[in-house]
């Protein structure tokens, strides 16, 4: 059976592969000037100036900061150092979300997607963009939101753990992106209809689990706001030590 598994996979470890072969900046014949950016970051990172890409109030560094750690850490080139990392996580993002589709086929799918997508989509494998880390964060919070539902009787101490770190991969995806504050609303919405499902799918001892749930929902919704309220001014001093910090209309860009 064990070996079937592995069996069934090695056409994702090919296409993986294939992918890191064409469109990582190392072997890349199409990396330019904003993907470099990325690489040099790696190579020289200097905090709080470099939260975000250099020079801009936008895109946070969560990739050239992972590759500068395996910069420091390995005899290995920078370009080759951001390389991994951004594959590491393209990878994951893939592990994480092909938990949520069943068939073989439907895996491949989303494999040839995550991996070698569409010309139009091709950005989302490239560094000097927000798409790969960003999406990765949205793949750990769904991960984190599925597996928090299919343990109704997880104990209270550990239900807030999976919230903490829900609402900082959620900070952390805005972070990265402002676009993801829409992810992040929609996710909001649907945890709110969700325990509403809960409350009224109870018969028996309903005041009792309606007053049980919503203590604990009032315990969550408190720790999510004390969280974003620390990741927002996070988000603010960093864009404090940019040089382009222009309005709103940025956060969309």
């Known amino acids: 059976m064990l070996s079937k598994k592995i069996i069934g ?40 100036e470099d939260f975000y890409y250099w020079g801009q109030d936008r895109l946070g560094s969560l990739v050239p900061m992972l590759a500068h750690l395996l910069f420091i850490i390995l005899p290995i080139k920078s370009i080759a150092a951001i390389s991994i990392v951004q594959y590491i996580i393209i990878a994951f993002t893939f592990y994480l979300l092909q938990k949520f589709v069943s068939n073989w086929l439907s895996k491949l799918i989303l494999c040839l997607i ?30 984190l939101q599925r597996s928090l539902h299919q343990k109704p009787d997880l104990k209270f101490i550990n239900k807030l753990f999976y919230y903490s770190a829900i609402s900082i991969f959620a900070i952390a995806s805005i972070w990265v992106s402002e676009v993801s ?73």
């Open 9 to 48: 996979y090695i056409p994702f470890y090919i296409i993986g592969i294939i992918s890191f072969f064409i469109f990582s900046p190392y072997f890349s014949k199409t990396t330019n000037s904003d993907n470099a950016v990325h690489v040099l970051m790696t190579e020289s990172l200097h905090f709080p």
């Open 114 to 143: 995550i991996f070698i997508p569409f010309p139009l989509m091709l950005v989302q494998v490239y560094i000097g963009h927000p798409y790969a880390p960003q999406f990765f964060l949205f793949a750990l919070i769904l991960t």
């Open 181 to 253: 504050v829409f992810f992040v609303f929609i996710f909001i919405l649907f945890e709110i209809y969700s325990s509403f499902k809960i409350f009224s799918s109870q018969d028996e001892n309903f005041r009792f689990e309606f007053s049980f749930n919503l203590r604990s929902s009032i315990a969550y919704t408190l720790l999510f706001l004390i969280i974003a309220y620390y990741g927002f001014k996070f988000i603010i001093y960093a864009k404090s030590f940019c040089y382009k910090q222009e309005g709103i209309e940025t956060w969309f860009t």
